[in-house]
């Protein structure tokens, strides 16, 4: 995945996968981490940011949308 590809994700509204709650969060950030896609999110309501990988996070446009490298 080229850095052109990771930026599009910056600025993206998702759904962070944890346990049994989704909630709203943006990606600050993105990176490629020994050959893993990991995003930085942040909530959309609240405080904090955290590094997650990307299989964590879904998007609006697909439920079941994967990252490929």
Not at 30 to 46: D, E, H, I, M, T
């Amino acid at each position: 995945m080229s850095a052109l590809e990771l930026s599009s994700y910056i600025g993206k509204q998702g759904l962070l996968l944890s346990d049994k709650l989704r909630f709203a969060v943006y990606v600050q950030d993105a990176k490629l981490a020994y050959g893993n896609v990991r995003f930085q999110v942040c909530p959309v309501s609240g405080t904090g940011m955290v590094w997650v990988d990307s299989s964590r996070v879904l998007f609006e446009n697909s439920e079941n949308e994967r990252i490929e490298l």
